[in-house]
């Protein structure tokens, strides 16, 4: 609500509350995520407000490095992310997501007992993680996660990231004892053991978070309307009209002019990802969710030399656990939802089989 409110107020705004620059039109949002030269994901280096002690990956991984870094790091991560890799995971995550609607009951939580575990396990598979420890890895996100999506310094919350990243810290130093997957790929490179921890722990949050988040807006979106002939395009379409990462961090590094607004060196910009996804200019009818829309540029995975690593294989999750939720004819029953700072954290969900419903 905030993201359209903007792009009524003006391309580019001065947001006191935020301390930031606020750039909704598609777009700036586009030079925003693309000029990396101008905007700078280092926010170690830009931040002016207290970063937090400690390995912090969401400050220290890849995600908050510039060129040429960036580009070193990205090189060797990227192998493992690669189509071939991500399209061999294929069968796995479709016997786990038949696995767990197996076991989940006529009515059952979405969130609980598909979308987190399904993106939790697949990732901590793809990571080598051991299943006993899988509940921890839940729990170290949301303490991770829940700290970054708040504006106050809240005590409690603090305590409870420190302590997160701690324990994620001294898991993964034990996993380099006993490497496999990823973890043996990224040991054999120039990594230092801080990159890797920071590398892990980013994967692992970026990678069950959003996803999990997209599942859950996928249900919302297609509850009501009728099975969509190609759910390709209709997963693009809900990334386009409910983003599970609204918007995205950077830092001006040199005097620049944007959307008519003059941006000095250090000043933080928002590029509001959300807004530019509903930007008229791009997208005709930009407030309509149209599941057959194509071509369908949304900026929901980033662009530039960011874009998302974990997108093709976020998308084949989210794709097979919705055709599965399809054939199974679901229905939503009851809509239980809790506002996180991440997303919608409880969805009861009801579900029909065929066989029930033919009698
Ligand atoms: C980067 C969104 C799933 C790993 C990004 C960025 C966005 C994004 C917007 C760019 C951030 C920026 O430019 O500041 C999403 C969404 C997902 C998703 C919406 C799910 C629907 C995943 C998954 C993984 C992953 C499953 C890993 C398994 C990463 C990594 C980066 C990244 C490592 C940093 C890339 C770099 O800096 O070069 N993601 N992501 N993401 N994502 Fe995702």
């Keep these: 609500i905030f993201a359209f409110h903007a792009q009524e107020v003006g391309p580019v705004r001065y947001a006191e509350s935020f301390g930031a620059w606020v750039v909704t039109r598609y777009s700036e949002v586009d030079r925003v995520l693309t000029d990396h030269t101008v905007f700078s994901s280092d ?20 995600q908050a490095m510039d060129p040429p870094r960036h580009h070193a790091l990205r090189r060797i991560v990227s192998q493992v992310f690669t189509p071939r890799a991500v399209a061999s995971l294929e069968p796995g995550i479709t016997a786990r997501v038949d696995a767990l609607l197996a076991s989940a009951g006529a009515d059952f939580d979405l969130v609980g007992e598909l979308a987190y575990p399904l993106s939790v396990h697949t990732i901590a598979g793809l990571l080598g993680v051991r299943p006993s420890r899988w509940p921890d890895f ?10 970054f999506g708040t504006f106050t310094a ?31 790929t990224l040991l054999a490179s120039d990594l230092t053991e801080d990159e890797l921890i920071d590398f892990c722990a980013l994967l692992l949050i970026n990678g069950h978070e959003t996803t999990k988040t997209l599942l859950v807006n996928a249900v919302l979106c297609l509850a009501s309307r009728p099975k969509p002939a190609d759910l390709r395009p209709a997963v693009e379409e809900v990334l386009r009209y409910l983003p599970p990462t609204g918007g995205t961090d950077r830092f001006v590094t ?106």
Aim: proline share 7%.
């Design 254 to 359: 040199r005097p620049t002019v944007l959307g008519g607004r003059e941006l000095r060196p250090g000043q933080r910009v928002v590029a509001m990802i959300s807004a530019a996804n509903r930007d008229p200019a791009v997208f005709a009818d930009p407030h309509t969710f149209d599941p057959g829309r194509m071509p369908n540029p949304h900026l929901s995975f980033g662009h530039g030399v960011h874009f998302c690593l974990g997108a093709h294989l976020a998308r084949m999750e989210v794709r097979i656990a919705l055709a599965a939720l399809l054939d199974r004819s679901w229905s939503i029953t009851d809509l239980d939802t809790r506002r996180t700072p991440v997303g919608i954290d409880v969805l009861e969900v009801s579900l029909a089989s065929a066989a029930e419903a033919d009698r």
């Design 138 to 147: 839940v729990r170290w996100t949301e303490a991770i996660t829940s700290f």
């Design 154 to 184: 809240d005590e409690s919350r603090q305590a409870a990231f420190h302590e997160a990243i701690s324990e994620l810290g001294d898991y993964f130093r034990e996993e380099f004892a006993r490497p496999t997957g990823i973890i043996a």
């Design 43 to 62: 926010e170690l280096r830009h931040s002016v407000g207290p970063v937090p002690h400690g390995s912090n990956p969401l400050v220290r991984g890849l």
